[in-house]
């Protein structure tokens, strides 16, 4: 296997992209948006009858158009996934750059830009697929950075399009704009209360599906849901970025009201959870992954119902990477899952340390307010 150059180190080595720090606008429900871009060479066959030459005629061809990049765009790295271990493809994975379908491959490579922030699987289900990430709910500005990174790809390429339908695809279903946005949401008070259920089944009456934390076929956990455009064809590209935002909006106002209303109804019984989900995670001597993601949950919304003191938005997302089965494997080494788990509770329990300094002041305090869109900084970082 080749060397990795500076940029990939450094993804794999850090917890979270640099697109992910400071504020960002209704991140107390919102986690992140992205937009992909399904895009095909119209000379090559589809990915699923691509033969190895095929498939080494696409490399070629998209790491020279990606030197073509024009410099403001930022600087990227393409590496071939046969040039990253197993480990590093499940790293870039548990950090959302590329699916799980793609680490398992090994046949396509990934772009990358040094921030994270834009990036590319090439060689998955279509021949690129183009991904732009921002912090909190800025789908509009996540959809403007991937257009300009494939306008910029276009001047070196023709993509499979059809005036009749748009542009062609793999799958039927993103035929047409090829654009999937998604908002992934925290919503631990709609889970809480039950109304969860009637929620994700309400979407579809909209052209919206909820999925897990990683997308299609993975289960929610966290609870962290995934909430994505169904289809592509019919709808221009920013008429699907202005819907699924509406939706997304209307979720948040509707976590927020259960986070209001669990304060009124049931506020001993929160503080217990926040306070329990406190003394394990700095406390405990044995985490598994699954348990450390459903206290972090809950960590994290005694922190957003000012329970427990400010925890970050980018400091609860590092924790949530760090905990992962991957990264902390390619940190520490390769151990059982017993070593793991003991590694990955010190390592919370230091996080913790440095993170949170609760006081029974602060729970005595009682519960504080649910917060709006306008405490919250609506001017997120730029492309």
């Given at each position: 296997?080749?060397?990795l150059?500076?940029?990939?180190?450094?993804?794999?080595?850090?917890?979270?992209?640099?697109?992910q720090?400071g504020?960002?606008?209704?991140?107390d429900?919102?986690?992140?948006?992205?937009?992909?871009?399904?895009?095909?060479l119209?000379?090559?066959?589809?990915?699923?009858?691509?033969?190895?030459?095929?498939?080494?005629?696409?490399?070629?061809?998209?790491?020279?158009?990606?030197?073509?990049?024009?410099?403001?765009?930022?600087?990227f790295?393409?590496a071939?996934?046969?040039?990253?271990?197993?480990?590093?493809?499940q790293?870039l994975?548990e950090?959302?750059?590329?699916?799980?379908?793609?680490?398992?491959?090994?046949?396509g490579?990934?772009?990358?830009?040094?921030?994270?922030?834009?990036?590319?699987?090439?060689v998955?289900?279509?021949?690129l697929?183009?991904?732009?990430?921002?912090?909190?709910?800025?789908?509009?500005?996540?959809?403007?950075?991937?257009?300009?990174?494939?306008?910029a790809?276009?001047?070196?390429?023709?993509?499979?399009?059809?005036?009749?339908v748009?542009?062609?695809?793999?799958?039927?279903?993103?035929?047409?704009t090829?654009?999937?946005?998604?908002?992934?949401l925290h919503?631990?008070?709609?889970c809480?209360?039950?109304?969860?259920?009637?929620?994700?089944?309400?979407?579809?009456?909209?052209?919206?599906?909820?999925?897990?934390?990683?997308?299609?076929?993975?289960?929610?956990?966290?609870?962290?849901?995934q909430?994505?455009?169904?289809?592509?064809?019919?709808?221009?590209?920013?008429?699907?970025?202005?819907?699924?935002?509406?939706?997304?909006?209307?979720?948040?106002?509707r976590?927020r009201?259960?986070?209001?209303?669990l304060?009124?109804?049931?506020?001993e019984?929160?503080?217990?959870?926040?306070?329990?989900?406190?003394?394990?995670l700095?406390?405990?001597?044995l985490?598994?992954?699954?348990?450390?993601?459903?206290?972090?949950?809950?960590?994290?919304?005694?922190?957003?119902?000012?329970?427990?003191?400010?925890?970050?938005?980018?400091?609860?997302?590092?924790?949530?990477?760090?905990?992962?089965?991957?990264?902390?494997?390619?940190?520490?080494?390769?151990?059982p899952?017993?070593?793991?788990?003991?590694?990955?509770?010190?390592?919370?329990r230091?996080?913790?340390?440095?993170?949170?300094?609760?006081?029974?002041?602060?729970?005595?305090?009682?519960?504080?307010?649910v917060?709006?869109?306008?405490?919250q900084?609506?001017?997120?970082?730029?492309?």
């Amino acid at each position: 296997m080749g060397g990795l150059d500076a940029t990939m180190a450094a993804a794999l080595g850090r917890p979270i992209g640099l697109w992910q720090r400071g504020e960002a606008p209704s991140a107390d429900v919102a986690v992140s948006s992205r937009v992909r871009l399904a895009r095909n060479l119209a000379d090559l066959p589809f990915p699923p009858k691509m033969q190895p030459a095929d498939v080494e005629s696409l490399l070629v061809r998209i790491e020279r158009a990606v030197r073509e990049v024009p410099s403001e765009l930022g600087t990227f790295t393409f590496a071939r996934l046969g040039d990253l271990t197993p480990l590093d493809r499940q790293v870039l994975f548990e950090k959302h750059l590329i699916s799980p379908q793609h680490a398992q491959q090994g046949r396509g490579a990934v772009l990358l830009r040094g921030d994270e922030q834009l990036s590319a699987m090439v060689v998955e289900e279509d021949h690129l697929r183009l991904q732009a990430l921002f912090p909190g709910l800025q789908l509009r500005a996540a959809w403007e950075t991937a257009s300009r990174l494939d306008d910029a790809l276009e001047r070196s390429v023709d993509w499979a399009f059809s005036e009749d339908v748009g542009f062609l695809s793999t799958c039927p279903t993103n035929v047409g704009t090829a654009m999937r946005a998604s908002v992934m949401l925290h919503l631990p008070a709609l889970c809480w209360a039950g109304r969860i259920g009637p929620l994700v089944a309400g979407l579809g009456k909209v052209g919206v599906v909820a999925r897990g934390l990683y997308g299609e076929g993975s289960a929610a956990a966290g609870n962290l849901f995934q909430v994505s455009n169904q289809t592509s064809l019919g709808q221009s590209e920013p008429e699907l970025v202005e819907h699924l935002e509406a939706v997304a909006r209307e979720i948040v106002s509707r976590e927020r009201s259960a986070r209001e209303a669990l304060v009124a109804e049931r506020g001993e019984a929160v503080e217990d959870r926040v306070w329990r989900a406190y003394g394990l995670l700095s406390s405990a001597r044995l985490l598994t992954s699954g348990e450390a993601l459903q206290l972090l949950s809950d960590l994290r919304l005694g922190s957003d119902l000012h329970i427990l003191p400010p925890l970050s938005a980018d400091r609860w997302a590092e924790l949530l990477v760090l905990t992962r089965s991957g990264f902390l494997q390619r940190q520490d080494g390769e151990a059982p899952p017993g070593r793991r788990d003991a590694r990955r509770a010190e390592m919370v329990r230091h996080r913790l340390a440095a993170a949170l300094t609760p006081s029974r002041s602060g729970a005595e305090a009682g519960l504080g307010t649910v917060a709006s869109d306008a405490d919250q900084k609506e001017d997120g970082p730029g492309a």
